[in-house]
């Protein structure tokens, strides 16, 4: 069974501050899709990044990045300069070989970006 | 492109009503998967469709159903609703790369 895990429920951060969202996951699948989600208040979720399990070179985008590492299971989420408008819940997800299989979500974490 | 919608945006209803959904997904996109969000079980998959056809279910009763339309809209039904089907009903659509984009959700809520 797979299986996401975000071990923080909850964040807070004064702005500018770095602040790292942990995601573990479990697949028994050799071929899987990592996810990253951001659900502000008004409750769409957006999508942030997709990573294949086979490449696990990290990614930078603007003030994101994300560290992939197949060894420890993670796929975590750094937001650098935290601003108030980061505030959200981010959610880890996971999908299977095909690509097509649904998403399993982890718990989520609250991130409160604090001016 | 414009981004998957979804109507209503808010219901309220009672129990053992019956309650339909929409989903309109993003143009060009032939999959739609449908989630429930509650603070309990956090995001939970329901059902997905594609070209009309039923793909994959998730584990809910069987009074959850869901329809694809030939323009890839879908609507979801929950019928004889339960004080515990009050929830963000989220839906999704993907396409070739298979990346599920989100609409705002139907926030429903039973009396």
């Known amino acids: 069974a797979q299986k996401v895990t975000q071990a923080q429920t909850e964040i807070s951060v004064v702005e500018k501050e770095d602040v790292t969202l942990d995601c573990v996951y479990e697949?028994?699948?050799?071929?899987?899709?990592l996810f990253w989600y951001k659900q502000p208040p008004s409750g769409e979720l957006v999508f942030l990044i997709r990573r294949n399990s086979f490449d696990e070179q990290n990614e930078i985008s603007g003030r994101y990045s994300w560290n992939f590492q197949k060894s420890t299971s993670s796929f975590n989420f750094t937001i650098t300069a935290s601003q108030v408008v980061d505030s959200a819940v981010y959610f880890c997800?996971?999908?299977?070989?095909?690509?097509?299989?649904?998403?399993?979500f982890g718990k989520g974490t609250r991130l409160s970006v604090i001016a | 492109k414009a981004g998957v919608t979804q109507t209503p945006r808010y219901l309220i209803k009672t129990r053992g009503q019956q309650v339909t959904l929409s989903c309109s997904p993003i143009s060009g996109h032939r999959s739609v998967s449908w989630y429930q969000q509650t603070p309990g079980q956090g995001l939970q998959f329901l059902f997905e469709?594609?070209?009309?056809?039923?793909?994959n279910k998730g584990n809910f009763p069987g009074r959850f159903s869901g329809r694809q339309f030939s323009n890839s809209r879908s609507e979801m039904n929950v019928s004889t609703l339960e004080l515990g089907d009050s929830a963000l009903y989220l839906c999704?659509?993907?396409?070739?790369?298979?990346?599920?984009?989100f609409g705002p959700g139907t926030r429903l809520t039973v009396l």
């Open positions: 697949t028994r699948d050799t071929t899987y899709y």
């Open positions: 999704a659509s993907s396409g070739v790369t298979h990346t599920q984009y």
């Open positions: 997800a996971l999908s299977g070989n095909s690509g097509n299989t649904p998403l399993v």
């Open positions: 469709y594609f070209s009309e056809t039923q793909r």
